[in-house]
Protein backbone atom coordinates (compact mmCIF):
# COMPACT_ATOMS: atom_id res chain seq x y z
CA UNK A 1 0.00 0.00 0.00
CA UNK A 2 1.31 3.55 -0.81
CA UNK A 3 0.90 5.55 2.51
CA UNK A 4 0.90 9.16 4.41
CA UNK A 5 1.17 9.93 7.37
CA UNK A 6 1.88 13.55 9.05
CA UNK A 7 2.92 14.19 12.71
CA UNK A 8 5.63 11.12 12.21
CA UNK A 9 8.47 12.66 14.38
CA UNK A 10 7.57 11.43 17.56
CA UNK A 11 5.21 9.70 19.79
CA UNK A 12 2.02 7.86 18.43
CA UNK A 13 2.85 8.97 14.35
CA UNK A 14 6.19 7.74 15.00
CA UNK A 15 5.62 4.65 16.64
CA UNK A 16 2.77 3.70 13.91
CA UNK A 17 5.86 4.24 11.05
CA UNK A 18 7.79 2.16 12.59
CA UNK A 19 4.99 -0.50 12.69
CA UNK A 20 3.96 -0.20 9.52
CA UNK A 21 7.91 0.15 8.11
CA UNK A 22 8.39 -3.90 9.22
CA UNK A 23 6.01 -4.95 6.40
CA UNK A 24 7.54 -4.86 2.74
CA UNK A 25 4.30 -4.73 1.68
CA UNK A 26 4.26 -1.05 2.04
CA UNK A 27 5.40 2.59 0.77
CA UNK A 28 5.15 5.34 3.25
CA UNK A 29 5.53 9.01 3.08
CA UNK A 30 6.23 10.14 6.57
CA UNK A 31 5.62 14.14 7.02
CA UNK A 32 6.52 16.15 10.14
CA UNK A 33 8.57 19.60 10.86
CA UNK A 34 11.99 17.83 12.22
CA UNK A 35 14.17 17.01 9.69
CA UNK A 36 16.37 15.67 12.60
CA UNK A 37 14.06 13.61 14.25
CA UNK A 38 12.73 12.29 10.71
CA UNK A 39 16.32 11.34 9.94
CA UNK A 40 16.58 9.30 13.42
CA UNK A 41 12.93 7.71 12.02
CA UNK A 42 14.49 6.43 8.85
CA UNK A 43 17.47 5.01 11.01
CA UNK A 44 15.84 3.35 13.66
CA UNK A 45 12.86 1.90 10.41
CA UNK A 46 15.96 0.73 7.98
CA UNK A 47 17.48 -0.77 11.45
CA UNK A 48 14.56 -2.79 12.06
CA UNK A 49 13.95 -3.49 8.11
CA UNK A 50 16.46 -2.82 5.65
CA UNK A 51 14.11 -3.60 2.59
CA UNK A 52 11.24 -0.87 4.08
CA UNK A 53 10.69 1.91 1.69
CA UNK A 54 10.56 5.11 3.52
CA UNK A 55 10.55 8.37 2.63
CA UNK A 56 11.08 10.82 5.50
CA UNK A 57 9.68 15.00 4.10
CA UNK A 58 10.81 17.50 6.00
CA UNK A 59 7.05 19.51 5.94
CA UNK A 60 4.76 22.12 7.60
CA UNK A 61 1.10 21.18 7.13
CA UNK A 62 -0.29 24.43 7.87
CA UNK A 63 2.51 26.91 6.17
CA UNK A 64 4.01 24.77 3.58
CA UNK A 65 3.15 24.82 -0.23
CA UNK A 66 1.73 21.76 -1.25
CA UNK A 67 2.43 21.51 -5.21
CA UNK A 68 5.60 19.66 -4.27
CA UNK A 69 4.40 17.07 -2.26
CA UNK A 70 1.87 16.87 -4.76
CA UNK A 71 4.17 16.11 -7.14
CA UNK A 72 6.54 13.83 -5.02
CA UNK A 73 3.26 12.05 -4.95
CA UNK A 74 2.97 11.75 -8.39
CA UNK A 75 6.37 10.29 -9.08
CA UNK A 76 7.16 8.03 -6.19
CA UNK A 77 3.63 6.82 -5.73
CA UNK A 78 2.62 7.15 -9.30
CA UNK A 79 -0.10 9.66 -8.02
CA UNK A 80 -1.86 6.77 -6.06
CA UNK A 81 -2.51 6.91 -2.23
CA UNK A 82 -4.22 4.09 -0.18
CA UNK A 83 -4.01 5.31 2.70
CA UNK A 84 -3.66 8.64 4.60
CA UNK A 85 -3.25 9.33 8.45
CA UNK A 86 -3.39 12.64 9.63
CA UNK A 87 -2.05 12.46 12.99
CA UNK A 88 -0.34 15.54 12.92
CA UNK A 89 -0.94 17.80 15.65
CA UNK A 90 -0.65 20.52 19.11
CA UNK A 91 -1.31 20.77 22.27
CA UNK A 92 -1.98 23.82 24.71
CA UNK A 93 -2.75 23.60 28.18
CA UNK A 94 -4.12 27.11 29.69
CA UNK A 95 -7.09 28.39 31.77
CA UNK A 96 -9.67 29.38 29.44
CA UNK A 97 -9.74 33.22 31.07
CA UNK A 98 -5.68 33.49 29.88
CA UNK A 99 -6.18 32.41 26.55
CA UNK A 100 -5.84 34.54 23.60
CA UNK A 101 -7.29 34.53 20.15
CA UNK A 102 -3.96 33.47 19.02
CA UNK A 103 -3.63 30.20 21.23
CA UNK A 104 -7.30 29.24 19.51
CA UNK A 105 -5.69 30.02 16.24
CA UNK A 106 -2.74 27.79 16.63
CA UNK A 107 -5.10 24.86 17.95
CA UNK A 108 -7.63 25.17 15.03
CA UNK A 109 -4.41 25.51 12.37
CA UNK A 110 -2.66 22.67 13.73
CA UNK A 111 -5.69 20.24 14.54
CA UNK A 112 -7.56 21.15 12.06
CA UNK A 113 -7.00 23.52 9.27
CA UNK A 114 -3.43 21.67 8.43
CA UNK A 115 -5.67 17.98 8.14
CA UNK A 116 -8.26 19.97 5.66
CA UNK A 117 -5.36 21.35 3.25
CA UNK A 118 -3.52 17.76 3.32
CA UNK A 119 -6.95 16.24 2.96
CA UNK A 120 -7.94 18.79 -0.26
CA UNK A 121 -4.59 18.29 -1.76
CA UNK A 122 -4.66 14.56 -1.84
CA UNK A 123 -7.87 13.75 -2.28
CA UNK A 124 -7.14 13.26 -5.99
CA UNK A 125 -4.59 10.98 -5.91
CA UNK A 126 -6.86 9.06 -2.96
CA UNK A 127 -8.16 5.51 -5.22
CA UNK A 128 -11.48 4.00 -4.84
CA UNK A 129 -11.31 1.69 -1.76
CA UNK A 130 -8.93 4.22 0.44
CA UNK A 131 -8.95 5.05 3.95
CA UNK A 132 -8.45 8.27 5.47
CA UNK A 133 -8.02 8.48 9.28
CA UNK A 134 -8.14 11.68 11.41
CA UNK A 135 -6.28 11.16 14.71
CA UNK A 136 -8.98 12.98 16.83
CA UNK A 137 -9.21 13.13 20.80
CA UNK A 138 -11.27 12.26 23.69
CA UNK A 139 -10.77 15.44 24.67
CA UNK A 140 -12.85 16.72 21.62
CA UNK A 141 -15.40 13.60 22.19
CA UNK A 142 -19.11 14.02 23.13
CA UNK A 143 -19.82 13.20 26.82
CA UNK A 144 -16.31 11.97 27.49
CA UNK A 145 -14.79 13.73 30.27
CA UNK A 146 -13.12 16.92 29.73
CA UNK A 147 -9.94 18.63 31.33
CA UNK A 148 -9.44 22.00 32.39
CA UNK A 149 -6.77 24.07 30.70
CA UNK A 150 -7.74 21.66 27.36
CA UNK A 151 -10.63 23.88 25.76
CA UNK A 152 -8.67 25.19 22.66
CA UNK A 153 -7.26 21.87 22.13
CA UNK A 154 -10.37 19.82 22.27
CA UNK A 155 -12.26 22.09 20.24
CA UNK A 156 -9.93 21.84 17.32
CA UNK A 157 -10.20 18.49 17.56
CA UNK A 158 -14.21 18.13 17.78
CA UNK A 159 -14.08 20.14 14.90
CA UNK A 160 -11.80 17.29 13.10
CA UNK A 161 -14.46 14.72 14.16
CA UNK A 162 -17.32 16.78 12.73
CA UNK A 163 -14.95 17.09 9.63
CA UNK A 164 -14.73 13.80 9.31
CA UNK A 165 -18.37 12.71 9.42
CA UNK A 166 -19.08 15.33 6.86
CA UNK A 167 -16.00 13.74 4.47
CA UNK A 168 -17.63 10.68 4.85
CA UNK A 169 -20.45 11.35 2.93
CA UNK A 170 -19.06 13.90 0.41
CA UNK A 171 -16.54 11.28 -0.76
CA UNK A 172 -18.64 8.18 -0.36
CA UNK A 173 -19.24 8.36 -4.43
CA UNK A 174 -15.47 8.06 -4.81
CA UNK A 175 -15.50 4.96 -2.86
CA UNK A 176 -13.14 6.83 -0.01
CA UNK A 177 -13.70 5.80 3.71
CA UNK A 178 -13.13 8.13 6.32
CA UNK A 179 -13.01 7.65 10.04
CA UNK A 180 -11.55 9.11 13.32
CA UNK A 181 -10.07 7.59 16.24
CA UNK A 182 -10.69 9.45 19.29
CA UNK A 183 -7.39 8.55 21.06
CA UNK A 184 -7.44 8.60 25.10
CA UNK A 185 -4.07 8.92 26.79
CA UNK A 186 -0.76 7.30 25.13
CA UNK A 187 2.84 7.93 26.80
CA UNK A 188 4.05 10.35 24.78
CA UNK A 189 6.49 13.64 25.03
CA UNK A 190 3.36 15.37 23.94
CA UNK A 191 1.61 14.30 27.03
CA UNK A 192 4.37 14.54 29.31
CA UNK A 193 4.38 18.04 28.17
CA UNK A 194 0.45 18.98 29.03
CA UNK A 195 0.78 16.49 32.62
CA UNK A 196 4.47 16.21 33.72
CA UNK A 197 3.09 14.32 36.89
CA UNK A 198 0.63 11.56 35.05
CA UNK A 199 1.43 8.18 33.73
CA UNK A 200 -0.60 6.77 31.11
CA UNK A 201 -1.43 3.10 30.81
CA UNK A 202 -0.89 2.86 27.13
CA UNK A 203 2.58 3.65 25.92
CA UNK A 204 3.15 5.22 22.71
CA UNK A 205 4.44 2.11 20.82
CA UNK A 206 1.07 0.30 21.39
CA UNK A 207 -0.87 3.23 20.55
CA UNK A 208 0.73 3.65 17.33
CA UNK A 209 0.45 0.07 16.19
CA UNK A 210 -3.48 0.07 16.95
CA UNK A 211 -3.36 3.32 14.60
CA UNK A 212 -1.19 1.29 11.81
CA UNK A 213 -3.75 -1.59 12.06
CA UNK A 214 -6.59 0.53 12.24
CA UNK A 215 -5.82 2.50 8.63
CA UNK A 216 -4.79 -1.02 6.89
CA UNK A 217 -8.30 -2.69 8.00
CA UNK A 218 -10.77 -0.37 9.75
CA UNK A 219 -12.07 0.44 6.52
CA UNK A 220 -13.54 -2.91 6.16
CA UNK A 221 -15.91 -2.50 9.01
CA UNK A 222 -16.54 0.96 9.77
CA UNK A 223 -16.98 4.42 7.70
CA UNK A 224 -17.99 8.33 9.05
CA UNK A 225 -17.58 6.84 12.44
CA UNK A 226 -15.83 8.34 15.93
CA UNK A 227 -14.23 5.80 17.62
CA UNK A 228 -13.15 6.52 20.93
CA UNK A 229 -9.64 4.72 21.96
CA UNK A 230 -9.50 4.97 25.41
CA UNK A 231 -9.39 2.64 28.11
CA UNK A 232 -11.81 5.03 30.01
CA UNK A 233 -14.07 7.97 29.15
CA UNK A 234 -11.59 10.81 30.06
Known amino acids: MNIIITGAS ?12 LSNKHKIIALARSQDKLTRLLEIAKGLNPDCILYPIAFDIVHDVYNDLQQFVKAHFDGKVD ?12 PFTQLGQL ?10 LGHVRMI ?7 VAGGHIVNI ?8 SSKF ?6 SASKAA ?15 QISVNCLALGSAQTEMLENAFPNYQSPVMAFEMGKYVA ?20 TT
Do not use: R, W
Request: glycine fraction near 12%; charge should be negative; proline fraction near 2%.
Open 148 to 153: AGLSAY
Open 213 to 232: DFALTGHKFFNGKILPVALT
Open 83 to 94: VLINNAGALINK
Open 10 to 21: SGVGFEAVIELA
Open 136 to 143: GSMGGFTG
Open 120 to 126: QAMVPSI
Open 103 to 112: DFVDMLQSNF
Open 160 to 174: LHTLTECLAQELAEQ
